[in-house]
T-cell receptor, first 113, second 114 residues
Framework: DQQVKQNSPSLSVQEGRISILNCDYTNSMFDYFLWYKKYPAEGPTFLISISSIKDKNEDGRFTVFLNKSAKHLSLHIVPSQPGDSAVYFCAAPTTSGTYKYIFGTGTRLKVLA | ETGVTQSPTHLIKTRGQQVTLRCSSQSGHNTVSWYQQALGQGPQFIFQYYREEENGRGNFPPRFSGLQFPNYSSELNVNALELDDSALYLC?????????????FGPGTRLTVL
């Protein structure tokens, strides 16, 4: 039962263009979402989050959109840079008994120079 | 740089052996969670410790166990290693047990079981 899904395992984008990474979830109890970025040989690092009371959160080149009715969130990176090449995970914390993160399977973004 | 460190970086073991992985959390972080990330997958929750007590676990057998110490360090122990235990093991610390509290991950320990 995969509660958080990232259906695109990889994405290639030209430098300067927009990268859009998608994430779907099934558990309507999730009320907070996070995006993590992971480089090889490093642990995931927090990128941006959004509360379910909002539909958009922006931080510099990164914007996360939340569509609660569709149970869908997306991460937009504008403009994309080669240093953005990494694996991106969406995650949702659940407090059902234990506070833990449920992660998607990740999307590998490659930004081409 | 998250301030969370893990050791060792890499480890090779054989089936049936036991392994101990270590994590040093940020000072003041009372919560540590351990995750297993298999190749091509997202991190899977193993268990969590809060103030040195286990605070829940995921779908992992009892041969996965842990400890958390007062000095913000913690351990993950795996007994009777199986080939499928080969993965990246991540620890993550956070200040408390709040759902919006960001977890900070260490770089992980890559375990290979032969």
């Amino acid at each position: 039962d995969q509660q958080v899904k990232q259906n695109s395992p990889s994405l290639s984008v030209q430098e300067g263009r927009i990268s859009i990474l998608n994430c779907d979830y099934t558990n309507s109890m999730f009320d907070y979402f996070l995006w993590y970025k992971k480089y090889p040989a490093e642990g995931p690092t927090f990128l941006i989050s959004i509360s379910s009371i909002k539909d958009k959160n922006e931080d510099g080149r990164f914007t996360v959109f939340l569509n609660k009715s569709a149970k869908h969130l997306s991460l937009h990176i504008v403009p994309s840079q080669p240093g953005d090449s990494a694996v991106y995970f969406c995650a949702a914390p659940t407090t059902s008994g234990t506070y833990k993160y449920i992660f998607g399977t990740g999307t590998r973004l490659k930004v081409l120079a | 740089e998250t301030g969370v460190t893990q050791s060792p970086t890499h480890l090779i073991k054989t089936r049936g052996q036991q392994v101990t992985l270590r994590c040093s959390s940020q000072s003041g972080h009372n919560t540590v969670s351990w995750y297993q990330q298999a190749l091509g997958q997202g991190p899977q929750f193993i268990f969590q410790y809060y103030r040195e007590e286990e605070n829940g676990r995921g779908n992992f057998p009892p041969r996965f166990s842990g400890l958390q110490f007062p000095n913000y360090s913690s351990e993950l122990n795996v007994n009777a290693l199986e080939l499928d235990d080969s993965a990246l093991y991540l620890c993550a610390s956070s200040e408390d047990l709040t759902s919006t509290d960001t977890q900070y991950f260490g770089p992980g320990t890559r375990l290979t079981v032969l």
